[in-house]
């Protein structure tokens, strides 16, 4: 009777670990893709709940509640702060503060003044890669509205 023997070789568990690699190649970019999305993902979403809270919280309390854009200061009773996750960047060149009304509407401390057209959120990724961005857009009655993809070129 023959003894075989039951298990690998050397040279078969060589060639299992080679095609296991190549296959761990191939999801390492898909894997950095999906970082970078969830953090652009979460960076928005902490932003429309920032803003949705500031303006609640305003018309709850009855008084105007600021709040501050890339400002990683503690939040207080009358101000709220953002700041972009990860990678995450806001576009330059928009008002990085905004105070809520309890009217429902939006004023623009540094004009002192309600603001009388819709107000854009650009978040970037550093990619820059315009798939990887997201707009928050502000009524000029309030309403916070996140749309999918902006324009971050």
């Known amino acids: 009777m023959q003894n075989k023997h039951k298990g690998f070789t050397l040279i078969e568990l060589m060639v299992t670990i080679a095609v296991m690699a190549i296959i761990a190649m191939m999801a390492a970019p898909s894997f950095g893709d999906m970082l ?3 953090n652009l993902n979460k960076s928005t979403k902490e932003l429309v709940a920032t803003l ?3 303006r ?9 509640i600021t709040v501050e854009l890339l400002s990683a200061d503690e939040n207080t009773d009358d101000t709220l702060n953002w700041m972009p996750v990860g990678k995450s960047s806001l576009k330059t060149g928009r008002a990085t ?7 429902g509407l939006v004023k623009d401390p540094a004009a002192n003044q309600i603001i009388a057209t819709d107000t854009s959120f650009e978040i ?7 798939k990887y961005s997201r707009m928050v857009t502000i009524s000029k009655m309030g309403a916070i509205q996140q749309i999918v993809e902006g324009d971050c070129s």
């Not at 503060?97 to 009217?103: H, S």
């Not at 970037?124 to 315009?130: F, L, Q, R």
């Open 36 to 38: 970078q999305r969830q």
């Open 52 to 54: 949705n809270q500031a």
């Open 56 to 64: 609640a919280k305003a018309a709850l309390e009855r008084r105007e």
């Open 97 to 103: 503060e905004i105070v809520f009304m309890p009217t």
């Open 124 to 130: 970037c990724d550093a990619s820059s890669d315009p």
